[in-house]
């Protein structure tokens, strides 16, 4: 299946990327997801992040569906 990927902040400039398109397992869930992107992006290991699927914040394992949107969320400091 194919989920799709934001990066927000530090996040996008580790990757390089805004958002990215991925091909996964359909059985997949929220922690493959976070495996697979330190496997892929080693430095992101070093980041603490929020995530949220299709616009709502998880806190606990999420198994994913086709088409999914996923946003890599880093802390956000305001002023």
């Not at 998880?58 to 956000?76: G, H, R, T, V």
Request: glycine share 4%.
């Amino acid at each position: 299946m194919v989920i799709t990927i934001k990066y927000f902040g530090i996040l996008s400039e580790i990757t390089n990327k805004d958002t990215e398109n991925l091909i996964v397992e359909d059985n997949c869930n929220s922690n493959d997801i976070n495996k697979i992107l330190i496997e892929t992006y080693p430095s992101i290991s070093n980041v603490n992040y929020i995530i949220a699927v299709n616009q709502n914040v998880i806190q606990n394992i999420y198994s994913l569906s086709p088409n999914d949107e996923i946003a890599l969320l880093p802390p956000f400091s305001g002023g």
